[in-house]
């Protein structure tokens, strides 16, 4: 079955950097797009970055553009995101998610808690 | 970018049928997908495209759309049924975005 696992949160000062991973099973992970979502505490989802299925193209809300980098390595099944310049407002769940035609989300990873604060 | 727009809050009895909405621009270019998530889980897909459920996803789950509005129907719904449900699509403005609307409350009483 499909799984994927986030991992890489905790709490980081604003200003500095974080990585976080999820690590993909169950299906052939280099025939995905992928994307990052978040969700801050009590509020609704917002979509980060996607990732087409070979890493050739990218894309990111304007939101993280700039301070953010997705990428993916095949070969590991896993995903990342580079996050840098943290902000306050940064402070969210990040979920992965499995695109499905470039549309929608198929499957969803548990997620990991990143939290900004001095 | 473009905007999905939801009520907040929607409450039905238990085993009586439930309508969602979801209105944006980008409905009248993109089929619109919905997402239920439960306190404290992940998100789950539970209709997406014109009216098509993933696997394992009961069939009282139904989704429909005209013009810039899609609607997710529970027909019959049950307690477990409480949760938040997300629409998202992607973005018809222009820009390579993919939108989520603010979620929709439900409860079932």
């Known amino acids: 079955q499909v799984q994927l696992v986030e991992s890489g949160g905790g709490v980081v000062q604003p200003g500095r950097s974080l990585r976080l991973s999820c690590a993909a099973s169950?299906?052939?992970?280099?025939?995905?797009?992928m994307h990052w979502v978040r969700q801050a505490p009590g509020k609704g989802l917002e979509w980060v970055a996607l990732?087409?299925?070979?890493?050739?193209?990218?894309y990111y809300a304007d939101s993280v553009k700039g301070r953010f980098t997705i990428s993916r390595d095949n070969s590991k099944n896993t995903l990342y995101l580079q996050m840098n310049s943290l902000r306050a407002e940064d402070t969210a769940v990040y979920y992965c998610?499995?695109?499905?035609?470039?549309?929608?989300?198929?499957?969803w990873g548990q997620g990991t808690l990143v939290t900004v604060s001095s | 970018s473009s905007e999905l727009t939801q009520d907040p809050a929607v409450s039905v009895a238990l085993g009586q049928t439930v309508r969602i909405t979801c209105q944006g621009d980008?409905?009248?270019?993109?089929?619109a997908s919905w997402n239920q998530q439960k306190p404290g889980q992940a998100p789950v897909l539970v209709i997406y495209?014109?009216?098509n459920r993933p696997s394992g996803i009961p069939d009282r789950f139904s989704g429909s759309s005209s013009g810039n509005t899609a609607s997710l129907t529970i027909t019959g719904a049950q307690a477990e049924d409480e949760a938040d449900y997300y629409c998202?699509?992607?973005?018809?403005?222009?820009?390579?975005?993919?939108?989520f609307g603010g979620g929709t409350k439900l409860t079932v009483l």
């Open positions: 990732i087409w299925y070979d890493g050739t193209n990218k």
């Open positions: 998610a499995r695109d499905l035609q470039q549309l929608w989300y198929d499957f």
């Open positions: 169950g299906f052939t992970f280099s025939n995905y797009g």
């Open positions: 998202n699509s992607r973005d018809s403005s222009g820009n390579l975005n993919w939108v």
């Open positions: 980008s409905l009248r270019t993109y089929y």
């Open positions: 495209g014109k009216n």
